[in-house]
């Protein structure tokens, strides 16, 4: 598996498209058969108007997906990547589609809209759908999304293997020592449903906002397999995952943590 | 407020009370207003059958609460802690006390019970409670309880500024240089809810099984504030805590973690 941290800079579609593109071939090269890209990999982040959001938005099956399905029919992998979806409805949505050599298998929208997204993109109202890959079974969110441990829930319960999950973390303070909140709170979510999870944020200050970048593959136990990578400068995290150990939850002869949930109880 | 990490031994309840006595009455010369002691704190854990854990119960009104409660009352402070209790029903819980200086004002039994716990003990079916004391609202859950994020959830959205966790969490092997999963939960948890947790774990080799350790207390942001304490012997842990700060969830200027959820999509 790869986890991408990629350096991108908003509108600049035809160099984010070939930067993206590139780190799918070196991915590949390197081995890896699921390739996971930042959020809004195409368009870059941080719009100045929804005119400009819109300008950089393209349909599920416009250049930048279909570039992205031809290359995983041509390599043999799965990708998962975020983009600026221009709906059939007419609305933009901050999406993430996988594509397979089978084509694109299935489109999300982001469900939990970070801070001025709210300006741009129309909020999804779908849960994340599982997919069934040669590799395993993956679901996708975005971002924010993750921080909502009910959101992270639905696809473990349907049974995802691997939860990829394109994010572009903004940059805050973050004590001498310490891994980023949203890192460890990917690092919790993988051990709370035993499953994969990786995430790739991007780099490259935009506008005045810079990032996180802390991409990570953690396994079902919630301990890093690649990364966290570092702020400064993108990163190929890579590695090797038998995504079927999500499929053995027990954490203990009679433990199993969506068995031993209680639903009744959770108002 | 202060975590204490205390080394414990199953059976000897005598022993333990006064550890848990004696540390108390440091925790407060050290300034410790909110006190959190482990889970099982005067039985000790592994119970070698039934009878044994019915031997070592108590009622909620039996010689340990009723000494935890009297010196609350002394000290003026709160302590929570976990306790083998006798229900009412002559059944046996793995529960919580919260005692301050109005005596016993809640107790808590473990709604998600650890592998053979549940020969032991019956299953709580009650949401934790929130209570309202001098130093802020307090809520308390056990152990493996603090491993569903839905759980967690319930006290949050009930307003508790502190989730205060009595625990035993037993070794389990961690990767060099990584912080024990469940460690990094507690901090996720605290983070997902931007409130106050602490963990007040054991320590002391028992009939086989070693402990994590592990206690911390984890600011509204998921970093500590204090621990985590390491594995191999009791610590006193503390830090100035300001309850209240767990009330502004404004993590954006438009975003709050309790009403950013889509509880219509949760399933």
New interface residues.
């Given amino acids: 598996m790869a986890a991408c941290q990629l350096s991108l800079h908003v509108g600049e579609i035809t160099a984010n498209r070939a930067t993206a593109l590139e780190t799918i071939s070196a991915a590949a090269a390197a081995g890896a058969s699921v390739i996971i890209l930042p959020e809004l990999t195409p368009s870059g982040y941080v719009f100045g108007s929804p005119a400009e959001a819109r300008a950089c938005a393209e349909p599920a099956d416009g250049p930048t997906v279909a570039g992205w399905a031809a290359q995983a029919a041509r390599l043999g992998v799965v990708i998962v990547g975020g983009f600026d979806e221009l709906g059939p409805d007419g609305r933009l949505y901050n999406s993430a589609v996988l594509a397979d050599p089978g084509g694109v298998r299935a489109v999300y929208r982001k469900?939990?809209l970070?801070?001025?997204e709210?300006d741009f993109f129309a909020t999804g109202?779908e849960?994340p759908p599982v997919v069934d890959t040669a590799f395993g079974r993956i679901a996708m969110m975005i971002c924010?999304d993750a921080?909502?441990?009910?959101?992270v829930?639905?696809p473990a319960?349907a049974g995802a293997d691997l939860l990829a999950v394109p994010t572009n973390w903004p940059a805050e303070p973050?004590?001498a020592g310490?891994r980023p909140?949203v890192v460890?709170?990917i690092?919790?979510?993988a051990?709370?449903n035993r499953m994969f999870i990786a995430a790739a944020c991007r780099c490259g200050p935009e506008r005045g906002v810079t990032w996180t970048g802390g991409s990570l593959i953690a396994g079902p136990?919630?301990?890093?397999l690649a990364g966290p990578a570092g702020a400064d400068g993108p990163e190929l995290l890579i590695a090797d995952c038998d995504l079927s150990r999500a499929r053995d939850k027990a954490t203990?002869?009679?433990?199993h943590?969506h068995r031993?949930?209680?639903?009744a109880?959770?108002?």
Avoid: I, K, T
């Avoid at 921080?147 to 959101?151: A, G, N």
């Fill in positions: 469900a939990h970070w801070d001025a709210a109202g849960p924010y921080e909502f441990p009910e959101w829930r639905q319960l973050v004590p310490e909140n460890l709170n690092q919790a979510a051990f709370a136990d919630g301990y890093p203990s002869p009679r433990n943590p031993d949930r209680r639903p109880l959770y108002g």
